[in-house]
């Protein structure tokens, strides 16, 4: 067992914090193109993702191996534990109260995009089915003049046709 450097505990979070600060402005700029229909600035945004992404995790591994290391087997689960039995600087877990929320918010903002471009793509397959003639599923068929139900691919030209 070994002891938990706090110094480095307390740097790992701050620099984490920093990491979740520009890797939450990158999701809001995602978002904001989503909801604005900007295909391109997406596309960029998606091709060029901050290194952010991938050194939250990292940190959140090495503060995990700390606490591990210094006996605590839950890791980052016993966080809160650790800093009430050891922590000397009165601002750790002030730091560590903080991480946590900006992680919860990083967590909220990464499943809101999701849901955003699950519904982008959805929109834009009906669009497509629309176009191309197919019906959409669950939705009632069309009727022809004579009053009889027919689907859209019944009909003798398709939406983009006419």
């Known amino acids: 067992m070994t002891a938990v450097n706090q110094q480095t505990l307390q740097q790992l979070m701050q ?38 992404g991938d050194s939250i995790e990292q940190n959140q591994q090495q503060l995990q191996q700390m606490l591990i290391e210094a006996g605590y087997s839950q890791g980052l689960q016993e966080m809160d534990a650790w800093l009430a039995e050891h922590a000397l600087a009165p601002e750790l877990p002030i730091l560590w109260k903080d991480l946590k929320q900006s992680l919860k918010l990083l967590e909220q903002a990464l499943f809101i995009n999701n849901l955003l471009l699950q519904k982008s793509q959805q929109r834009i397959k009906q669009s497509i089915r629309l176009l191309a003639g197919h019906s959409i599923a669950g939705e009632p068929a069309s009727y022809s003049r004579q009053g009889d139900a027919e689907s859209a691919s019944d009909s003798q030209r398709i939406l983009a046709q006419a």
């Open 15 to 52: 620099q984490q914090f920093k990491q979740v600060g520009i890797y939450q402005q990158y999701l809001d700029q995602i978002k904001a193109a989503i909801s604005g229909d900007d295909a391109q600035r997406l596309q960029k945004l998606v091709a060029n993702p901050p290194p952010e």
